[in-house]
């Protein structure tokens, strides 16, 4: 275990303004677009965490040249675009996301070599959607140590447009499929398309590229392939999983809280799970804000593909109904092993049976502060939210995860009034 970790002083109602990041689950794959450019990308609210500067040494090691300056990445290919050097294998391994180049390097180079994705805490996280799809557009795969080694089998090494039907959700797959069919030839139709807001954000940038992308965010997305793509100017979409953390963090805490630079369009069943809980919100141009009741309504969530409520906000949603009034049931459906805070939570006095992928929440009054271990990003975020309930000292290991996935997580939250701080034991 890392030897990082975030000690909260919790009890405290908190008040203040929040701005939300660029979205880390839709810069990483803007960042594998610029694989497809012969022109120059620029992006911009791309949020400083790590799985970004993991990105950016990937897309290195390809012969790509990456500058960044606070929230903009200026990214194009400096000399010849090759495969990644196995050198670099674990880098690959460190981030899931770097599976989003193989799409993109195949509509390249006609052939690529990259490391296995593993799986990960929350699950093993399959790749067979991305595997069958791309060879019907004409690839064909083998395994070899622990690396997957594609080829496009028709003569011109170009991928050929067809339809697709994915047998379930993926977001990772229709992210692969959009970006590979971009440059094949002809039509692409890709069918039982996961409609995720991260996958539009990537359907504009491409279509800013001089890609031909339509139906993103429906169930059916049409690409028609076309020769190249060029470089462009774009701004990364907000994050609504950071947004939805702090939304719940804000009413865990019954604090006023306002947000800016946020999409509610993004958070619809997440926004409409906090009225039921009897949090009311105010909207204008360019805020939300929300204002939490004293005694909140346990509400039941089952998680789903967008636009149902996302898996990524299970975890601190649980955190909340931990002190809601009354019992609630939790049900995780994407992923198979994503409760690992049920236990920690319960050291800090919640009361949470589980069984299955289901956990009953009966609320109780008061937490207490507690040393408990974040096991991922999302359970590591909703343990520092159950201790800025807790009456006490909390210590939280897994800030490496925080890291991660939340732009200045500590900083955000003390500047609402939180004592929090990043710690690292010696
Ligand atoms: C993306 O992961 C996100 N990550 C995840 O966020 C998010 O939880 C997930 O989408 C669901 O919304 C990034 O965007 C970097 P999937 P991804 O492919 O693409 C099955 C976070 O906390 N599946 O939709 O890997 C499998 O059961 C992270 O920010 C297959 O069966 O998600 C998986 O559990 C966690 N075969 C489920 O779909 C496949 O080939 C969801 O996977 C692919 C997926």
């Known amino acids: 275990m890392n030897n990082k970790y975030i000690e909260v002083k919790g009890g405290k109602s908190l008040e203040g303004k929040i701005k939300i990041s660029g979205a880390k689950n839709s810069a990483l794959v803007l960042m594998a677009t610029s694989i497809l450019a012969k022109g120059q990308i620029n992006l911009f609210n791309v949020p400083q965490i790590r799985d970004v500067a993991i990105m950016s040494k990937i897309l290195t090691s390809m012969g790509m040249y990456i500058t960044s300056n606070e929230d903009k990445l200026e990214i194009n290919i400096k000399s010849i675009l090759h495969q990644p050097q196995e ?12 599976f989003f180049c193989i799409g993109p390097i195949l ?16 699950g093993s996280r399959p790749i067979d959607e991305h595997i069958s799809a791309l060879e019907k557009l004409g ?25 697709i039907k994915f047998n379930c959700k993926s977001v990772g797959a229709t992210k692969t499929l959009i970006m590979a069919a971009c440059l094949a030839k002809g039509r692409t139709i ?69 947000f800016s630079s946020i999409e509610p369009k993004h958070l619809k069943e997440v926004i409409n799970k906090l009225e039921m809980c009897g949090c009311k919100f105010e909207y204008s141009d ?3 804000t929300i204002i939490p009741n004293q005694i909140l309504n346990s509400v039941d969530i089952t998680t789903l593909p967008y636009p149902g409520f996302p898996t990524d906000l299970q975890a601190p949603f649980m955190a909340l109904m931990t002190t809601a009034n009354g019992v609630s049931t939790i049900k995780e459906t994407v992923f198979e092993n994503r409760m690992h805070h049920v236990k920690e939570l319960n050291k800090m006095g919640a009361q949470i049976s589980l069984k299955d992928n289901t956990a009953k929440v009966v609320g109780v009054k008061k937490l207490k502060a507690s040393s408990v271990i974040g096991f991922d ?22 800030l490496e995860h925080l890291e991660r996935g939340y732009e200045d997580f500590a900083l955000k939250l003390q500047q609402i009034g939180a004592e929090i701080r990043h710690k690292k034991q010696n």
């Open 87 to 98: 050198v670099f294998t674990n880098l690959f391994h460190s981030l899931r996301a770097s």
């Open 107 to 122: 509509a390249r180079l006609g052939s690529a070599k990259i490391p296995l994705p593993g799986g990960c805490s929350i």
């Open 139 to 163: 690839v064909q795969f083998k395994f070899k140590n622990n690396y997957l080694i594609a080829e496009v089998i028709n003569p011109k090494k170009r991928l050929i447009g067809t339809i």
């Open 190 to 258: 890709l069918k039982n398309s996961s409609q995720e807001p991260e996958i539009v954000d990537l359907a504009n940038i491409l279509n800013k590229m001089g890609a031909k992308v339509k139906g993103a965010g429906t169930e059916c997305i049409t690409i028609e392939g076309v020769e190249s793509l060029g470089g462009c100017d774009y701004t990364v979409m907000p994050d609504r999983i950071e947004a939805g953390t702090y939304l719940i963090a804000a009413a865990m805490t019954r604090s006023k809280i306002t």
């Open 286 to 288: 360019k805020y939300l």
């Open 377 to 398: 990003l999302r359970g590591t975020a909703a343990l520092a939210i159950a201790g800025l309930y807790a009456n006490g000292k909390s210590i939280i290991q897994g």
